[in-house]
C-alpha cells in the first residue's frame, strides 16, 4: 500500500492508494514517509485546519484571520477538534462529488482536511462500530448553510451505505423528502432565499449492517404568519408561487388559478414575487416527482393542490361593510372556487367568514363581524389550513420513511442517526412572536452544547483525575430560565395574559412582563432602560440580551399569534370538509375537547424540552454555520458579520476549552491496541496492565512531558500534531510490519506447499514402490510355480499326458515352435531344422515337409522361364550323370549356355541348308575319325529334328533324331561320346565319335532335343560303335593321370583319362 498526495479544492488529501490501481510513484518505506510528512505540512498551509493548532488561540483576531485565509483559499471547513466550522462559498465548489465521498470513507479524521464528509464518515462510523445513536446538530444563522449541509449529509449516506435488503427505496425517498418539504416549509426571506421557515429534525435508521431502512422527520413551529403577510423583499412559501408558474395549464384551470403571483393578495404582501435565483418552474417539476417518490397517488396530490390553491382564493376574499357595519363577501367568484376545493357548503362558509360563534349561557349565537374581525377570520383559516396541512405533510412523509421492517426483530437492532436544521439565530429590524420563540430555540440549542461539550469536557477531565484550568464561558442558561421557566419566564407570563379573563392585549403583557422579570439581566424595556438606551427602544417593544446578542421584539400580535384563534364556527365547518386532507387535519374531538388548547409558546417550548431530550440521548457531532456576508455574495467576508457569529456561536469558548483540555483522548486498552505495533515492548502483545503499557509505549515515542496526560482510564494526547505523528509513525510501521507478515505468509504459504507436494511424492512413491513389490512378488511366485511345474513335468515327461506334465509338454511343444519360429531353414539348400521332442516328432517332419514345399513353391514362383530351362536342364543332366561320370561334378557350378556358336560363327551356306530349320544349339566339337581317329574340328548343330555335324561350310553329317539310337560315354573324366546311329540306315556313315568341351552340357541338351534321355550309356571299360557298315570300332578308356587319346596298337582308340574323385 502507497499513499499519494492528490490536490483537491479543499486542500491536500491523503489518498491511500490500493494495489491494483496504479500508482504514480513507487514508494518505499522512506517514501511514504516523505509523503506524509509533506502532506502534514500540506494541512497547515492555508493557516490551519484545526483552530486548535492555532499559536495565539485566545485571539479572536488570529481565529477569524484564519478563517478569512482560507476562506480566501475556499476552503469552506476547518475543525475545532471534532466540531467543523463551515462558511457558506455561497458558490458552487465542487467538492460534493462522489469522487470527494469516496474519499472520505473510511478515513481516520484527522488524516485528510476537514470536510463535511469527514465528519459524515465518523459518525457513520462510530454508528456503525459502536452501535451508539448519533446525532448531527447543524447551527447557524439564517443563510449560513445548514440546511445545504444537511442535504449533503443525507446524500452522503444515501449514496455511500450500502442498500437495505429490502425497501431500497427508502433512500430516494429520504433525498425526495427535501424538495417537498422545502416547497411548502421554505420561503425567500431578507436573509435567505430558501430560508427555512421551520425547525426539522430528521431520523435516519440504519439496521445492522449500515443500511438505511427507514426515517422519521420531527417538524417544529412553522412560521405560518407568513401565509398571510410578508416583509417588504420577502415571499411567501415555494409552493405557491411555483404551483402557479409550474403548474400545467389544466391544473390550474381546475384549481381555479391564474398564472400570475400578482393577481394573489397573499404572494404579494413583500413585493418580490419574482427572485432571480430561483427558478419557481424547474422547481415545481422536481417536487412533484419528489411527491410520486415519496408515494402521494394521483388523488392525494389533487387534494393537496386544492387546498394550496384554496389558501391563494381565501386570501383574495374581500369584505364590505353593510349600514350596519358588518362584513359582507364581496368576492363571489372566491367563495365559489374555496367551497369546492375545500369541499365545503358555500353559504356556511360564507357565513363563517363574516360571523362568529359564540356561546353564551350554553347557547350558540352568532355574532357578526365587522371588516376587520373578518379579515382576522379569514387570515386565521388560511394559517390553520396551511400549517396544519403541514403537518400532516410531514407526517404522509414519516408513514413513507416507516422503516418496512418496523414491526420485525431487527427493528430493535436498528440504530438511529439524527440531522437537526432548525432555523438559525435571527434578528431583523423588526421582530415579532416568530423570532422570539426561533431565538429561544437557539438559546435551548446553545445551552445543550455548552452542557455536551464544554462541561462535559471538564466533567470528564475531573472523572480522569487530570488537572483542570477552569475556562471562563457564558452559560446561557440564565436567558432559557428568563423565557421558559414557570410562573416566572416570559412564555408563562404570555400564556397567563392569553388565558385571564378581562381585555388582556399585547401591552397589558408587556406590563405584567416588566413587572415579573424587571430585575432580570437580560430584560430590557424602555421602561427599564437607562436613558441612553431608552432611545433605541420604543415603548411597545422589550429586548433580551441573547447569548448571541440583543434582539428587540415588538409585542405587537404576541397575543394573537400565541392564541391562534380560529373561530369555533370555522373550525366546525372545516371539520365536515370533503377534502379528505382537511378532514385529516381538522378533527372533530377538538370541538368536543372543553379543555383550552395549549398556547403555541407552551407547544413550542414542549417540543423543544422533547427535542432537547432526543439529543440527549445521541451521541452529538457539531457543524457550525456561519455567513459570511449579508448580500449572498461568494467570495465576500464581512468581518464584522462573522465575529458576531463567531462570538454568539460561541466558537472561542470552545477552542478554549479544547485548548485547555487535549485534542484527543482514548481509552488505554484501544490506544495500545492501535499503537502497540510502534514499541518493541508493547508488540506484538503487552501483558501487564494497558495503562502501562501505554506509558512504556509514549515513553518510548519521546512524547514529552506536556504532550499529554495519562487519566483513570484514558490517556490524553494535547496537540493534534502529536497525533499525526504518531499516525504517521504507524502508517510507516505498518508498512514494514505488511512486508513482514507477507513475508512469513509467502514463506509459510511455501512450505506448506512444499510439505503437502512432498507429502504426496512420498505417498505415490510408497504406493507405487508397493505396486513394483506386488509385482515382482507375484512374478516371483509364477515363476516358482512355473518352475515348480516345469520340474514336475520334466521328471514325469516320459509319461503319458497328464495334469502335472501336461505343462511341462506344452512349453517344451511351444518352446519348439517358438525356436523353429525363430530357426526356420532359409532357403531350399539349407538343411537346418531344429530337433522336436519326442512328442513332436511327425509333426515336425510334416512341418519340415510344408516348410520345404513352401520355400520350394516360392522359389519356383519367383525364377524366371530361362532360369528355369537351365534348371530343367541341370536336372536332366544330374539325372543322366550324377554319379556316373567323373567330369559331372565340375559341370555342375557352371551354367549350361543355350548356344556356343552364334549365327555369324556358322556359316551362311550351312543355315542356307538348313533352310527354316531353326539352329537350337551349336557347339564346336572335335570329330575322330572312325578309322584313323584323327581329330578333325567340327561344328555340331542341334535343330528341332536332327543332330547336324558341320564341316566348315558343308554340312557332313545329319543325323535325324529318328536315327539316333543312343549315345555313349565313358564314367572317365575324359569328354569323349559317341552318338549311335541306325545301322539299317544307309544313308549314315556309321556311329560318330565327338569331343566336346561342354560335354555334359551337349549331351543333355542333345538328349533333351531328341528324346534320349534314357538312351544314354555311360560305359566303365569300353565303348563299342559301328565304324561303317559291317565294321565296329572299340574305344578304351582306362584311368591315368591325365587325358591322353591315342590310337592303340590294336586298333582301337585309347582314351586315358584321369581320375576324379568325385564319384
Ligand atoms: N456549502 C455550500 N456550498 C455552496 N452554496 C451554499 C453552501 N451552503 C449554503 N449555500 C448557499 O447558501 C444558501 C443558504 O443556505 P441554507 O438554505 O442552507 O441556509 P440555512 O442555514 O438553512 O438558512 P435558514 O436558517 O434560513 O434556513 C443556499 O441556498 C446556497 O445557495
Ligand atoms: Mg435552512
Not at 323 to 342: D, I
Request: proline share 4%; hydrophobic share 35%.
Amino acid at each position: 500500500m502507497a499513499l499519494q498526495v492528490e490536490l483537491i479544492p479543499t486542500g491536500e488529501i491523503i489518498r491511500v492508494v490500493h494495489p491494483h490501481r496504479p500508482c504514480k510513484l513507487a514508494l518505499g518505506s522512506d517514501g511514504v514517509r516523505v509523503t506524509m510528512e509533506s502532506a502534514l505540512t500540506a494541512r497547515d498551509r492555508v493557516g490551519v485546519q484545526d483552530f486548535v493548532l492555532l499559536e495565539n488561540f485566545t485571539s479572536e483576531a488570529a481565529f477569524i484571520e484564519n478563517l478569512r485565509r482560507r476562506f480566501r483559499e475556499n476552503l469552506i471547513y476547518t475543525y475545532i477538534g471534532p466540531v467543523l466550522v463551515s462558511v457558506n462559498p455561497y458558490r458552487d465548489l465542487q467538492i460534493y462529488s462522489r469522487q470527494h465521498m469516496e474519499r472520505y470513507r473510511g478515513v481516520s479524521f484527522y488524516e485528510v482536511p476537514p470536510h463535511l464528509f469527514a465528519v459524515a464518515d465518523t459518525v457513520y462510523r462510530a454508528l456503525r462500530t459502536e452501535r451508539r445513536d448519533q446525532a448531527v446538530m447543524i447551527s447557524g444563522e439564517s443563510g449560513a448553510g445548514k440546511t445545504e449541509a444537511t442535504k449533503r449529509l443525507l446524500q452522503f449516506y444515501a449514496e455511500t451505505c450500502p442498500a437495505p435488503e429490502r425497501g431500497g427505496a427508502v433512500r430516494d425517498q429520504l433525498l425526495q423528502s427535501n424538495p417537498v418539504l422545502e416547497a411548502f416549509g421554505n420561503a425567500k426571506t431578507l436573509r435567505n432565499d430558501n430560508s427555512s421557515r421551520f425547525g426539522k429534525y430528521m431520523d435516519v435508521q440504519f439496521d445492522f449492517k449500515g443500511a438505511p431502512v427507514g426515517g422519521h422527520i420531527l417538524s417544529y413551529l412553522l412560521e405560518k404568519s407568513r401565509v398571510v403577510h410578508q416583509n417588504h423583499g420577502e415571499r411567501n412559501f415555494h409552493v405557491f408561487y411555483q404551483l402557479l408558474e409550474g403548474g400545467e395549464e389544466e391544473t390550474l384551470r381546475r384549481l381555479g388559478l391564474e398564472r400570475n403571483a400578482q393577481s394573489y393578495l397573499y404572494l404579494v404582501k413583500g413585493q418580490c414575487a419574482k427572485v432571480s435565483s430561483i427558478n419557481d418552474k424547474s422547481d415545481w417539476k422536481v417536487v412533484r416527482k419528489a411527491l410520486s417518490v415519496i408515494d402521494f397517488t394521483e388523488d392525494e396530490v389533487e387534494d393537496l393542490l386544492s387546498i394550496v390553491a384554496s389558501v391563494l382564493h381565501l386570501g383574495n376574499i374581500h369584505f364590505a361593510a353593510d349600514e350596519e357595519s358588518n362584513a359582507q363577501v364581496t368576492t363571489e367568484n372566491q367563495l365559489k372556487y374555496l367551497t369546492r376545493l375545500l369541499g365545503v357548503e358555500g353559504s356556511t362558509l360564507r357565513e363563517d367568514l363574516t360571523h362568529r360563534k359564540i356561546i353564551a349561557k350554553g347557547e350558540e349565537l352568532l355574532s357578526p363581524l365587522n371588516l376587520e374581525q373578518a379579515a382576522y377570520a379569514r387570515d386565521a383559516l388560511a394559517k390553520a389550513v396551511y400549517s396544519r396541512t403541514f403537518t400532516w405533510l410531514v407526517e404522509k412523509i414519516n408513514r413513507s420513511l416507516a422503516s418496512k421492517d418496523a414491526e420485525s426483530p431487527s427493528w430493535r437492532s436498528t440504530t438511529v442517526l439524527g440531522l437537526l436544521d432548525i432555523y438559525g439565530f435571527e434578528v431583523f429590524q423588526h421582530n415579532s412572536f416568530e423570532q422570539f420563540c426561533i431565538n429561544y430555540c437557539n438559546e435551548k440549542l446553545q445551552q445543550l452544547f455548552i452542557e455536551l461539550t464544554l462541561k462535559s469536557e471538564q466533567e470528564e477531565y475531573e472523572a480522569e483525575g487530570i488537572a483542570w484550568e477552569p475556562v471562563q464561558y457564558f452559560n446561557n442558561k440564565i436567558i432559557c430560565d428568563l423565557v421558559e421557566e414557570k410562573f416566572k419566564g416570559i412564555i408563562s407570563i404570555l400564556d397567563e395574559e392569553c388565558l385571564r379573563p378581562g381585555e388582556a392585549t399585547d401591552l397589558t403583557f408587556l406590563e405584567k412582563l416588566e413587572d415579573t422579570v424587571k430585575l432580570h439581566p437580560h430584560f430590557l424595556t424602555h421602561k427599564l432602560a437607562d436613558q441612553r438606551t431608552r432611545k433605541s427602544l420604543g415603548r411597545g417593544e422589550f429586548r433580551l440580551l441573547h447569548y448571541a446578542g440583543e434582539v428587540t421584539y415588538s409585542v405587537t400580535g404576541f397575543l394573537d399569534k400565541n392564541n391562534d384563534l380560529l373561530f369555533r364556527n370555522l373550525k366546525e365547518t372545516m371539520c365536515s370538509s370533503k377534502n379528505p386532507i382537511m378532514s385529516q387535519c381538522f378533527d372533530r374531538s377538538e370541538l368536543s375537547d372543553k379543555k383550552r388548547p395549549e398556547t403555541v409558546a407552551t407547544q413550542f417550548k414542549m417540543s423543544l424540552l422533547q427535542l432537547v431530550e432526543i439529543l440527549k440521548s445521541k451521541e452529538p457531532a457539531y457543524i457550525r454555520c456561519i455567513k459570511p456576508n449579508d448580500a449572498k455574495q461568494p467570495g465576500r467576508f464581512d468581518e464584522v458579520l462573522i465575529r458576531h457569529q463567531v462570538k454568539y456561536l460561541g466558537l472561542m469558548e470552545n477552542l478554549r476549552v479544547r485548548r485547555a483540555g487535549f485534542a484527543y483522548r482514548r481509552k488505554y486498552e484501544a490506544f495500545l491496541q492501535r499503537y502497540k505495533s510502534l514499541c518493541p515492548d508493547t508488540w506484538p502483545t503487552w501483558a501487564g496492565r494497558p495503562q502501562d503499557g501505554v506509558a512504556v509505549l509514549v515513553r518510548h515515542l519521546n512524547y514529552k512531558p506536556e504532550e499529554y496526560k495519562m487519566g483513570r482510564t484514558k490517556i490524553f494526547i494535547r496537540f493534534p500534531k502529536t497525533l499525526f505523528a504518531t499516525e504517521d509513525a504507524l502508517e510507516v510501521r505498518r508498512q514494514s510490519l505488511a512486508t513482514k507478515i507477507q513475508a512469513s505468509w509467502r514463506g509459510f504459504h511455501w512450505q506448506q506447499k512444499f510439505l503437502r507436494v512432498k507429502r504426496s511424492a512420498i505417498c505415490i512413491q510408497s504406493w507405487w514402490r508397493g505396486t513394483l513389490g506386488r509385482r515382482r512378488a507375484a512374478k516371483r511366485k509364477w515363476a516358482a510355480q512355473t518352475i515348480r511345474r516345469l520340474i514336475r513335468g520334466f521328471i514325469l515327461r516320459h509319461a503319458p499326458r497328464c495334469p502335472e506334465n501336461a505343462f511341462f509338454l506344452d512349453h517344451v511343444r511351444t518352446s519348439f515352435l517358438l525356436t523353429l519360429r525363430r530357426q526356420l531353414p532359409r532357403n531350399v539348400l539349407d538343411t537346418s531344422w531344429p530337433t522336436p521332442p519326442p512328442a513332436l516328432r511327425e509333426a515336425s517332419e510334416l512341418l519340415r515337409d510344408l516348410c520345404m514345399k513352401n520355400m520350394v513353391w516360392k522359389y519356383c514362383r519367383s525364377i524366371s522361364p530361362e532360369w528355369k530351362q537351365q534348371l530343367q536342364q541341370k536336372a536332366v543332366a544330374s539325372e543322366i550323370f550324377k554319379g556316373k561320370k567323373d567330369n559331372y561334378p565340375q559341370s555342375v557350378p557352371r551354367l549350361f549356355i543355350s548356344t556356343r556358336l552364334g549365327t555369324d560363327e556358322i556359316s551362311p551356306r550351312v543355315l542356307q541348308a538348313l533352310g527354316s530349320e531353326p539352329i537350337q544349339y551349336a557347339v564346336p566339337v572335335v570329330k575322330y575319325d572312325r578309322k584313323g581317329y584323327r581329330p578333325r574340328s567340327r561344328q555340331l548343330l542341334l535343330t528341332p529334328s536332327a543332330v547336324v555335324i558341320v564341316e566348315d561350310a558343308k554340312v557332313k553329317q545329319r543325323i535325324d533324331y529318328a536315327n539316333l539310337t543312343g549315345i555313349s560315354v565313358s564314367s572317365l573324366s575324359d569328354s569323349l561320346f559317341v552318338l549311335h546311329v541306325q545301322r539299317e540306315d544307309n544313308k549314315q556313315k556309321g556311329d560318330v565319335v565327338l569331343q566336346s568341351d561342354h560335354v555334359i552340357e551337349t549331351l543333355t541338351k542333345t538328349a533333351l532335343s531328341a528324346d534320349r534321355v534314357n538312351n544314354i550309356n555311360i560305359n566303365q571299360g569300353s565303348i563299342t560303335f559301328a565304324g561303317g557298315p559291317g565294321r565296329d570300332g572299340i574305344i578304351d578308356f582306362t584311368p591315368g593321370s591325365e587325358l591322353l587319346i591315342t590310337k592303340a596298337k590294336n586298333g582301337h582308340l585309347a582314351v586315358v583319362a584321369p581320375r576324379l574323385n568325385s564319384r
